[in-house]
């Protein structure tokens, strides 16, 4: 059961819902964007999107240290590139522009089309390309490097840069640093587009419903924690002494009290392999329509700046 009126309007219904509920938040007409209504020009305006079905993300994240606009498409398909660009042009007349994409093909071909046609008109555009994720593929074992809840450290850190003033350039080498320390892996408790059996959990699966690589029998939080831990401690190569930012994100239908065990357990298991955790978040921020699940975010501090760019204080409603 879905709390909505129904899938034609859903979306409509969001839309009309967010304005209302978000004033800060100003909607740019015949696309599915908000902007910040009190974005300050002077710096270069962050934007990022994708399908729809992933909220708050990423309207939930625009406000001042963040994102100055985000665009979202229909269910799990991204904007268009002249939806882009519109909202781009509504929010600056400065000429210059920093994307955030998540790694989907359908993603990163719309918004390198738009990134096209702007610096064929003379803009500066700089694009961070997330592949956080992860989670193999099924049947080849390769990793598949989606964009996930990892996006939502890109946010933040570079919203806190560009907010100090960065430049298009300073901004992208920020983000190709940030891109090689951001890893994430999630699993599921059920979803509308796999069967799973009672107390059956699936390792890796999308966040527009795609299935994943391995089911097994549910135990308890702290195995699950000690199972994403290993995976990522295998991804990364723990150091003792090393310093991870932690993001637990429900992925859908997850209580705030099981995402606080959840977190508890992964800081437990983190501390005990003498990891030292500078920022630890734990919330609702980057979903998946018709999912039950969880996501465990690291991100290995390697510039001490990042750390202050997550502790500081922003205006965006769902942060």
Not at 222 to 239: D, V
Request: proline letters at 2%.
């Amino acid at each position: 059961m879905k709390l909505t009126n129904g899938k034609k309007t859903m979306l409509d219904d969001l839309q009309e819902g967010i304005k209302r509920a978000y004033p800060m938040l100003k909607h740019v007409e015949s696309t599915r964007g908000f902007i910040n209504r009190n974005f300050k020009d002077e710096i270069v305006p962050l934007i990022s999107g994708g399908g729809s079905g992933h909220d708050p993300a990423h309207w939930g994240f625009v406000g001042d240290g963040m994102l100055a606009g985000a665009i979202s498409g229909e269910l799990f398909v991204p904007p268009t590139a002249k939806e882009i660009v519109e909202v781009t042009q509504k929010l600056t007349s400065k000429k210059r522009v920093f994307y955030i994409v998540k790694n989907f093909e359908k993603d990163v071909d719309e918004f390198c089309k738009a990134r096209l046609f702007l610096e064929n008109a003379g803009w500066k555009v700089g694009v961070a390309i997330v592949k956080d994720d992860i989670s193999v593929d099924a049947a080849s074992f390769e990793k598949r490097r989606r964009g996930v809840a990892g996006t939502v450290f890109f946010h933040k850190i570079l919203g806190d840069y560009a907010r100090k003033g960065a430049s298009v350039e300073e901004l992208q080498k920020v983000a190709d640093k940030l891109s090689e320390n951001v890893k994430t892996i999630g699993v599921a408790f059920s979803g509308d587009n796999f069967l799973l059996k009672e107390n059956e959990i699936y390792y890796g699966i999308g966040i527009h419903g795609e299935e994943g690589y391995r089911k097994e029998r549910f135990e308890s939080s702290e195995m699950l924690a000690r199972e994403l831990i290993s995976k990522l401690k295998l991804s990364f190569g723990f150091k003792s002494q090393d310093t991870y930012a932690v993001l637990v994100n429900s992925l859908g239908e997850v209580t705030k009290m099981e995402q606080i065990v959840f977190n508890n357990d992964v800081c437990e298991l983190l501390e005990a392999e003498e990891i030292g955790i500078g920022f630890d978040k734990v919330g609702t921020f980057l979903t998946s329509f018709g999912i039950k699940g969880i996501s465990l975010t690291l991100l290995k501090i390697k510039d001490e700046n990042w750390l202050k760019a997550l502790k500081t204080k922003v205006d965006a409603p769902e942060w």
